[in-house]
T-cell receptor
């Protein structure tokens, strides 16, 4: 059974700090990875994708991928209260679908 | 604006009743998906469709049925055989089914058994 694991949290960080969210996966063949943000009561929203080892930056967000260690991370710099949400990691399962982690709840304290 | 529309936003089902959740997209995406989300759990795949007139069971298809007669539409029926249907249902689409692109999600339907 292919798995994606995330710490459920909550992860609490002060406003302006860096939030670090981690995700590990079991399928070594996975090629593309995604981070979604889900506000309470709302649907997930795609915020980052990463396909190659290393870092990918987009504004205050940085995704990090290490295929050898089978983990993908999301860093949020200068965290804001509006970043408070659940962050879901998604990994492809086969060709046509994804497995989602249970998500990490982030709380940014003003 | 392109997007995915799910309706209704809230739905109440009586015991023994079938209900249908609507999902329509105008993104010209080939692939569409239905996920179920329960509190404290990840998204679980119910059904997915890569092309019109074709669909596949996901991990928790029992008690559900779908159709894909049009590219834009992928309705989900929750039948009376689904014994614990109370959940948040999410429809999603992607450009194609090759897992290289992320999903666009609809706003969801919250189903409650009364």
């Amino acid at each position: 059974q292919k798995e994606v694991e995330q710490n459920s949290g909550p992860l609490s960080v002060p406003e302006g700090a860096i939030a670090s969210l981690n995700c590990t996966y079991s399928d070594r063949g996975s090629q593309s990875f995604f981070w979604y943000r889900q506000y309470s009561g709302k649907s997930p929203e795609l915020i980052m994708s990463i396909y190659s080892n290393g870092d990918k930056e987009d504004g205050r967000f940085t995704a990090q991928l290490n295929k050898a260690s089978q983990y993908v991370s999301l860093l949020i710099r200068d965290s804001q209260p509006s970043d408070s949400a659940t962050y879901l990691c998604a990994v492809p399962s086969g060709t046509y679908k994804y497995i989602f982690g249970t998500g990490t709840r982030l709380k940014v304290l003003a | 604006d392109g997007g995915i529309t799910q309706s209704p936003k809230y739905l109440f089902r009586k015991e023994g009743q079938n209900v249908t959740l609507s999902c329509e997209q105008n993104l010209n995406h080939d692939a569409m998906y239905w996920y179920r989300q329960d509190p404290g759990q990840g998204l679980r795949l119910i059904y997915y469709s890569q092309i019109v007139n074709d669909f596949q069971k996901g991990d928790i298809a029992e008690g559900y049925s779908v159709s894909r007669e049009k590219k834009e539409s992928f309705p989900l029926t929750v039948t009376s055989a689904q014994k614990n249907p109370t959940a948040f249902y999410l429809c999603a689409s992607s450009i194609d089914g090759f897992s290289y692109y992320g999903y666009t999600f609809g706003s969801g339907t919250r189903l409650t058994v009364v």
